[in-house]
């Protein structure tokens, strides 16, 4: 994996935790400038990142982000970001699979940060809980989803934080096969034709935000 942040002793933490998860650290980098670079030399399975980082502290690592999933498809991204950003966190969900958005604020676990990690590099998106949180409260009249039930809509929100039909499960203490239920049916409301069921999954996560 590749490791972007400018923050010195926060990168050099986050390296030291996950090269005693397993993960090998190939590059680290203390700006966006390069990091196409960096993947191309290096090919890693993800690189996590962070939104902000110089020359102005702005969008540069939602940027770079970009840029690797335009020239590198199949690395998965994770950003690691200080502030929820709506606008960022859809642009960069709307590249599709491998892809997550957490806040860094809210990283306490090891455990739960790597499997997160490990999610996402199987392919899953993930989204911060805190941000699906936020974007549920600022609901708008002309919700689209309003034609979904509570118990549904409660079903996708879990979906946007990254969860399996399993985990959802164990989230609501419903069997499995009744969530496969609501999803299939959130997934027809929605008008999401037939298709590969994870990228149908990733356009109704990406409905979900946008509705918000």
């Known amino acids: 994996m590749i490791l972007a942040d400018d923050d010195v002793l926060l990168r050099e933490g986050i390296a030291t935790l996950l090269a005693r998860s397993d993960f090998e650290v190939a590059a680290q980098a203390d700006s966006a400038v390069g990091l196409l670079e960096l993947v191309a030399e290096h090919l890693p399975g993800l690189v996590l990142l962070d939104i902000r980082m110089p020359p102005t502290n702005t969008i540069e ?3 770079a982000a970009r840029q690797i999933r335009d020239a590198f498809p199949d690395v998965a991204i994770v950003v690691l ?3 929820v950003e709506v606008e960022h966190a859809m642009e960069l969900l709307a590249g599709g699979s491998k892809v997550g958005y957490l ?3 809210r990283v306490t676990d090891v455990s739960e940060f790597v499997d ?3 999610r996402v590099v199987r392919g899953q998106v993930v989204v911060d809980p805190a941000l699906v949180q936020e974007l549920v409260a600022a609901r708008r009249q002309d919700n689209p989803l309003e034609m979904l039930s509570p118990r549904e809509q409660e ?3 879990l979906m946007a934080e990254g969860r399996s039909n399993a985990g959802i ?3 609501i203490w ?3 096969g009744t969530v496969e239920k609501h999803v299939r049916s ?3 409301k929605l008008g999401l034709a037939e298709g590969q069921d994870d990228h149908r999954r990733v356009l109704a996560v990406i409905a979900f935000l946008d509705s918000h």
Request: hydrophobic share 50%.
């Open 103 to 105: 806040l860094k604020s």
């Open 174 to 176: 419903v069997t499995e």
């Open 155 to 157: 079903v996708l929100a």
């Open 61 to 63: 690592g939602l940027v």
């Open 186 to 188: 959130i997934l027809t």
């Open 116 to 118: 997160t990690l490990n």
């Open 81 to 83: 970001s200080a502030h």
């Open 169 to 171: 499960a164990r989230q």
